[in-house]
């Protein structure tokens, strides 16, 4: 059975930090693409995050550029998502996903594979 578990959402302040983990089982982890997207209500999801299986070229939505950082651990099939100086705006669900390619469909937010139940990220002001 296919398993994306996402964990480390919660509260935070304005310009804290926030680790995001995505434990995945289930499927070859070394062959996919793994990365993140977001959704809030009434708006159209959002590519956060990917890192390709292929080659490790990670890619970031501009919103989150030089504030967010994603990493892979392929020994505990993880991908973690470090996000700093965190902003109301990136109040969100957090959903983790997988994909067959080089990220191009988590950034779009839509056609991935595989995507776990989410993780709600609320950033106070």
């Known amino acids: 059975e296919v398993q994306l578990v996402e964990s480390g959402g919660g509260l935070v302040q304005a310009g804290g930090s926030l680790r995001l983990s995505c434990a995945a089982s289930g499927f070859t982890f070394d062959d996919y693409s793994i990365g993140w997207y977001r959704q809030t209500p009434g708006k159209r999801r959002e590519g956060v995050s990917c890192i390709s299986s292929s080659d490790g070229i990670t890619y970031y939505a501009d919103s989150v550029k030089g504030r967010f950082t994603i990493s892979s651990d392929n020994g505990k099939n993880t991908v973690y998502l470090q996000m700093n100086s965190l902003k109301p705006e990136d109040t969100a669900v957090y959903y983790c996903?997988?994909?067959?390619?080089?990220?191009?469909?988590?950034?779009?937010?839509?056609?991935?594979?595989?995507w776990g139940k989410g993780t709600l990220v609320t950033v106070s002001s």
């Open positions: 996903s997988a994909e067959i390619g080089r990220c191009m469909k988590t950034m779009e937010g839509y056609g991935m594979d595989y």
